[in-house]
């Protein structure tokens, strides 16, 4: 028995008032899901806990039977291996945004006007000319990823991930000082050297000849990097020891390759796969098609609609729903349905009209061999909480699909 | 955002014989609640976990997100504080009633022929003259609130709350002596300080004109008093702290005042507001919206339809419904329901046929901005356990309401 599990990263909502209370899956009506809802078993799903507000990455562990208290250690980690950062034991890596000061440091974009791949990549060269040596012993390294996007790796002995974000989702402020968050010698050590180094950066950025050519072309300098998610590398049995399943992950963005990373998938690149909305569709259904022939369990995640509903873009979202529906029909085409189990679901609850992630519930729907049907026959948010899942949570998930898949060890006799 | 908490005290209810299989709820149908049903999203809630049977106090903790498990400390504690005593660390309240024993001792009477406030007043200036100095350091205070009940207080060093109660809600026993339920050298003391204070009190009361007057009436005497339900002080962060929301109750109940001052609360006294079924339910709902101006959760508690259980009269308990329900047309009308979410729901099942609490879920329905609606019509037991919050627990409300209120905080990223 094979599993693919479809998450759709921000795919639930609420009832929208530019909708008549509808919810964007009401309206978009994707055919295959709507079939897979129908011939298989609906429920709705707490990614963490009923109203926890999940983040992606916690959200993920969870699904993948990791509990997030336990095995939470900081997004930073995932985004450094997702970006395919060797990450080290000791090693703090944090998510970076390069972003746009004024002269009196306060923030002023965070994205750098959305500055393009080829000037961050341009500015990370000189990043990483900064030496911290007659400072600290410990080694920074800058990787850019994608867009205004990087990594920040710190490496030594005593570090912590313990410090705060300089990065607070926060334009109008001025740059904030990384302060330590448990009061040990290795934070204090680590965000003195954070603070240290984004000075450097500071300067060097400022009057770098990229950041000259775009002022002269009225473009926005990137003349920070806002380093957040302080992370160090999870300690964690596999998913390969955890539940003897050959795993793979097919994704654009660079967390969710991280945390699949972290857990011991394979990763499968698929031309065209960005993690956008501009994603390549067909080529990641083909892939999850053929990943059948060398994995017991492929995660497909799709990014799309958490992007549209953090934008606000209601039109946008319900497009990019239908898009996914459309290119799904190629997998239920194609698979062995009598040899395959498939999840649907979304990874937390992104309401369109708010831009933010929220603690509801969302639909989840498994259909393969023998299971249970029930009277639902839509897959949207409302139609599943009438379902025969019932109300479960993200940590139930790899219990019931390995349950299903016939591999799950009885508890007593 | 705002909230109004309605909690109706033991409204839920089984399949009643004497209504043919219905509930009570079923038969009364509130038309305000109905529409709330109708408009919001409903479900069912086990206050503690599927069929444990909670305590009225066990179950507003846990509606208020304190674990119950955790943060229970006697009830004793919060009918002190609902009196308005000051209670302070190291004190150890019991909850008391007036009540009849024979000359062996046997319990007759748990509540003394329902005696007068007036004569219990009087005898509980007698009780307040025993002097225990020559037996303990300990101070011994008794209260009298309303009818046959008061709260026993003892002040002092190396106390407990570890003692069992005397009131063991059994008539035709001999008065149980106190025992330590820990074996520790404070549980033994408090105990012996306990029995040592209930022999005094039978001897005074036994004698006192009240007494003498009330045998001659051909009224049961109220000639010992039955503590119950040691407790302390608990330790909790307040509810301002936990979430952040200024909070208010507005209850007749001691015990329902009680918690809501141990966790923060501010108290609305309402005139008439008497935690039976003769409250002033007009004047309470007024009260609740005008709190809306100063509080964002205002927790309004109505009692009488437990009362009506435990005295096993279904008509009176179904006519509570109604007149809640009527009553509460005033707070549909006059609430900004786009900035304001309304939860109803009962905190345990009370059997109008049994009379006592049982652990069967209680139906909820949460109506407000963006709420997921669902296709329940109807709030009542049956009805809600179709709605789109399918089963949830008393601890799961707050985290729902604070998300749908946008000020929970996001796990991850």
Same mark, same amino acid.
């Given at each position: 028995?094979?599993?693919?599990?479809?998450?759709?990263? &921000?795919?639930?909502?609420?009832?929208?008032?530019?909708?008549?209370?509808?919810?964007?899956?009401?309206? *978009?009506?994707?055919?295959?899901?709507?079939?897979?809802?129908?011939?298989?078993?609906? &429920?709705?799903?707490?990614?963490?806990?009923? /109203?926890?507000?999940? &983040?992606?990455?916690t959200s993920h562990l969870a699904i993948f039977g990791y509990n997030p208290y336990e095995y939470y250690s900081g997004r930073g980690?995932?985004? *450094?291996?997702?970006?395919?950062?060797?990450?080290?034991?000791?090693?703090?890596?944090?998510?970076?945004?390069? *972003?746009?000061?004024?002269?009196?440091?306060?923030?002023?974009?965070?994205?750098?006007?959305?500055?393009?791949?080829?000037?961050?990549?341009?500015?990370?060269?000189?990043?990483?000319?900064?030496?911290?040596?007659?400072?600290?012993?410990?080694? =920074?390294?800058?990787?850019?990823?994608?867009?205004?996007?990087?990594?920040?790796?710190?490496?030594?002995?005593?570090?912590?991930?313990?410090?705060?974000?300089?990065?607070?989702?926060?334009?109008?402020?001025?740059?904030?000082?990384?302060?330590?968050?448990?009061?040990?010698?290795?934070?204090?050590?680590? *965000?003195?050297?954070?603070?240290?180094?984004?000075?450097?950066?500071?300067?060097?950025?400022?009057?770098?000849?990229?950041?000259?050519?775009?002022?002269?072309?009225?473009?926005?300098?990137?003349?920070?990097?806002?380093?957040?998610?302080?992370?160090?590398?999870?300690?964690?049995?596999?998913?390969?020891?955890?539940?003897?399943?050959?795993? =793979?992950?097919?994704?654009?963005?660079?967390?969710?390759?991280?945390?699949?990373?972290? %857990?011991?998938?394979?990763?499968?690149?698929?031309?065209?796969? $960005?993690?956008?909305?501009?994603?390549?569709?067909?080529?990641?259904?083909?892939? $999850?098609?053929?990943?059948?022939?060398?994995?017991?369990?492929?995660? %497909?995640?799709?990014?799309?609609?958490?992007?549209?509903?953090?934008?606000?873009?209601?039109?946008?979202?319900?497009?990019?729903?239908?898009?996914?529906g459309a290119a799904f029909e190629y997998v239920l085409k194609n698979v062995d349905i009598d040899q395959t189990y498939l999840i649907?679901?979304?990874?937390?609850?992104?309401?369109?009209?708010? &831009?933010?992630?929220?603690?509801?519930?969302?639909?989840?729907?498994?259909?393969?061999?023998?299971?249970?049907?029930?009277? =639902?026959?839509?897959?949207?948010?409302?139609?599943?909480?009438? /379902?025969?899942?019932?109300?479960?949570?993200?940590?139930?998930?790899?219990?019931?699909?390995?349950?299903y898949m016939g591999i799950s060890k009885i508890f007593g006799e």
């Open positions: 028995m094979k599993t693919i599990l479809l998450i759709c990263d &921000g795919m639930a909502d609420r009832s929208c008032k530019l909708l008549g209370g509808a919810t964007p899956l009401e309206i *978009a009506r994707a055919k295959s899901f709507d079939t897979i809802a129908e011939k298989g078993e609906c &429920g709705i799903m707490d990614p963490i806990a009923p /109203g926890v507000i999940p &983040g992606s990455d980690a995932y985004e *450094a291996l997702g970006a395919g950062i060797a990450l080290k034991k000791g090693d703090v890596a944090f998510r970076c945004n390069f *972003a746009t000061v004024n002269d009196d440091d306060i923030i002023i974009d965070r994205r750098a006007g959305r500055i393009s791949g080829e000037d961050a990549k341009e500015l990370a060269k000189a990043l990483n000319e900064i030496d911290l040596s007659s400072f600290t012993d410990a080694k =920074v390294e800058f990787y850019h990823t994608v867009e205004h996007r990087g990594v920040l790796v710190l490496r030594g002995k005593n570090l912590s991930p313990y410090v705060s974000d300089i990065d607070i989702h926060k334009t109008g402020v001025r740059i904030p000082d990384a302060k330590p968050i448990k009061n040990t010698e290795e934070a204090k050590r680590t *965000a003195e050297i954070l603070n240290e180094y984004i000075s450097r950066a500071r300067v060097i950025l400022e009057d770098h000849e990229i950041n000259i050519k775009r002022k002269s072309k009225g473009l926005l300098p990137a003349n920070i990097i806002l380093p957040r998610g302080a992370g160090i590398l999870p300690k964690v049995k596999s998913f390969k020891e955890k539940y003897g399943l050959k795993a =793979v992950a097919i994704a654009g963005g660079t967390l969710y390759k991280g945390i699949a990373k972290a %857990l011991g998938f394979d990763i499968i690149e698929v031309e065209g796969a $960005t993690g956008t909305v501009n994603t390549n569709l067909d080529g990641k259904m083909e892939a $999850t098609i053929k990943a059948l022939d060398k994995y017991d369990f492929v995660f %497909l995640h799709i990014k799309g609609c958490d992007s549209a509903s953090h934008d606000k873009n209601i039109k946008l979202k319900i497009s990019m729903i239908r898009r996914i649907i679901t979304s990874d937390h609850t992104t309401p369109v009209e708010i &831009g933010e992630h929220r603690g509801d519930p969302v639909p989840i729907t498994i259909y393969g061999p023998d299971v249970r049907t029930d009277s =639902v026959k839509y897959f949207d948010e409302k139609s599943c909480a009438k /379902g025969g899942l019932n109300r479960i949570r993200g940590l139930d998930i790899m219990p019931i699909i390995t349950n």
